[in-house]
């Protein structure tokens, strides 16, 4: 047994500690790694299991990351390497490492390397030269580092791809300060963006946006921006878009100033921060509307929408958020226009957390905004706005806020900005996946630690929102994770009052970083309640 400050390596010997290796073993091998079929109870058993010795790393009565050991033959290996010990030298007295598993918060290297420091003990005790593994592909570079040595062809399927290697007592002593000093190095640096803006840039999108500077006047200005226009167009399904300098407030005010020349009065809804916007960008404009105005996260049902359209023939348009972010929640956009369509009324969509998260068909909408920086993974400063019909300019228009005067100058009335442009450009020809698997998972581990988690049907994807007990500051909380790297959206005022915490999926979202960053979130949520134990324990000795 031996330990560090936080962690204690050792042999797995209890019953406890076994359970938590089966269900280590299905999170690795069945989620992350598709390898194994999927089971209710969410365990899985090894088929070597009666011949494995596993050693593990707890912190307190967590097992957070697991090796097996054997040295039975047949190995797995054998099996797929027919000639297996053609490769290794003469003298080898061989063991097998598998089933290498650790929790995604504690991956970079230190735990990797107390478990072999730990193995490398074992197999010496037990009278073997050299541990053989077959090495996943995605981490060739740290099992070389730590002085594993690759041989042999690649095993396994091109889902799952693996190199075997061996080590032995001698390449990991020739390893071991070379690693040790690179962990440090890469312990202090881990960072993940979970923000809704500015959101996490892919690469091909910062090389877009250093590209040199194209006038605005010139053709090929004019032919990125047709080129960015029919892609948005393509992606939603709209008629017409303008590209402005500008963030999804412009885009609004927009909007509210195209109503306000052409229209009477309107319907605004709102359940949530952005929709509270909406509602003050109509009020700032002089627009007359009614208003379904609820509490946060709370539906409002298109039973409730039509009863107003009912009882007020002379609504003429009708203005929401899409997807509102500071809950989540996402309006059903076919019934809406459907609704629409079916009293005339003109619909208008703030679609800025949207568009690029989920799939957005804005034919029918009269007008719609969105932004560069959330879904479409490119930096801050592009407002878009989308029109189904042709826009003439308008005098009682401000000059900036027309709508008309950016389609007869090609959405280029004024200087413009190629850095964006390029960069929207970049980031429209690489779409960011789809998100609903990854948030599904997270959303599970939450809620296996006890987080609430404000969700239910009809959520967007891109965004997951925690509500925290009174006890613990969302300011502290957040805080708090920021000095683990993990940068989640707090600060803001709306999130501050509701004690919330939000989890962006937005803009370049790598799995593994991802995880990584769910499971410092997680064992913060937990050390908090751990802490807060001890202190009403001690407390309430002083009164005993």
């Not at 420091?117 to 037990?126: N, P, Q, S, T």
């Not at 948005?232 to 878009?241: D, E, H, I, K």
């Not at 929207?424 to 987080?451: H, V, W, Y």
Request: aromatic share 10%; net charge negative.
């Amino acid at each position: 047994m031996s330990h560090t400050t936080q962690f204690l390596y050792k042999i797995a010997d209890r019953a406890d500690e076994m359970d938590q290796i089966h269900q280590l073993n299905y999170k690795t091998f069945v989620e992350e790694i598709p390898q194994h079929e999927s089971n209710e109870e969410r365990k899985l058993i090894d088929r070597f299991n009666d011949e494995n010795t596993y050693i593990i790393a707890k912190k307190k009565d967590e097992v957070i990351g697991m090796i097996s050991v054997n040295g039975k033959r047949p190995f797995s290996l054998d099996q797929k390497l027919a000639n297996l010990d053609d490769y290794l030298p003469e003298d080898a007295s061989p063991c097998e490492v598998r089933l290498l598993s650790i929790k995604t918060a504690y991956r970079g290297g230190r735990i990797f390397y107390g478990l072999c420091e730990k193995l490398v003990a074992y197999c010496l005790e037990k009278g073997y030269n050299m541990a053989l593994i077959s090495g996943t592909v995605r981490q060739t570079k740290l099992y070389k580092h730590i002085g594993f040595k690759a041989f042999g062809p690649l095993v396994g399927t091109e889902q799952a791809s693996y190199q075997p290697m061996y080590l032995t007592k001698k390449s990991f002593e020739l390893s071991s300060r070379v690693f040790q000093r690179l962990i440090q190095r890469e312990e202090k640096k881990f960072y993940h963006n979970f923000l809704p803006g500015p959101v996490e840039i892919p690469n091909v999108v910062k090389k877009a946006w250093q590209a040199p500077v194209i006038s605005h006047r010139s053709s090929r200005f004019d032919e990125v921006i047709k080129n960015v226009q029919i892609r948005l167009s393509n992606l939603t399904n709209a008629n017409f878009v303008e590209v402005v300098i500008g963030t999804g407030t412009l885009a609004n005010d927009m909007i509210a100033a195209q109503l306000s020349v052409h229209f009477d009065k309107g319907l605004i809804l709102a359940n949530g921060e952005f929709g509270e916007r909406l509602i003050d960008h109509g009020n700032r404009w002089g627009l007359s509307f009614e208003k379904i105005h609820k509490q946060w996260n709370t539906s409002i049902s298109i039973e409730e929408i039509e009863s107003v359209l009912v009882n007020n023939p002379d609504i003429q348009w009708l203005w929401t958020v899409h997807c509102d972010t500071s809950t989540g929640y996402v309006f059903p956009l076919e019934e809406l226009r459907g609704v629409c369509e079916n009293h005339d009324v003109h619909l208008c969509v703030d679609a800025c957390s949207t568009v690029g998260v989920i799939p957005v068909d804005l034919d029918g909408v009269y007008l719609a905004s969105t932004v560069s920086g959330k879904g479409l993974a490119s930096y801050p400063g592009i407002a878009m706005v989308f029109h189904q019909k042709e826009i003439l300019p308008n005098e009682k228009i401000p000059n900036y806020l027309d709508i008309g005067r950016y389609q007869t100058a090609n959405s280029v009335p004024y200087t413009h900005s190629s850095n964006g442009l390029l960069a929207l450009e970049a980031a429209l020809n690489n779409p960011q996946p789809s998100m609903n698997e990854l948030t599904d998972r997270i959303c599970r581990e939450f809620n296996s630690t006890g987080m609430v988690v404000l969700r239910g049907y009809g959520y967007s994807p891109g965004i997951i929102t925690v509500s925290l007990p009174e006890e613990m500051s969302s300011r502290n909380f957040g805080d708090r994770l920021k000095k683990y790297g993990v940068h989640v959206s707090y600060e803001s005022g709306y999130l501050l009052r509701k004690n919330w915490f939000q989890l962006a999926l937005m803009g370049e979202q790598e799995h593994e970083s991802v995880m990584k960053a769910i499971e410092i979130i997680k064992n913060q949520y937990k050390q908090y309640f751990e802490e807060k134990g001890k202190k009403d324990e001690k407390n309430h000795s002083l009164f005993i």
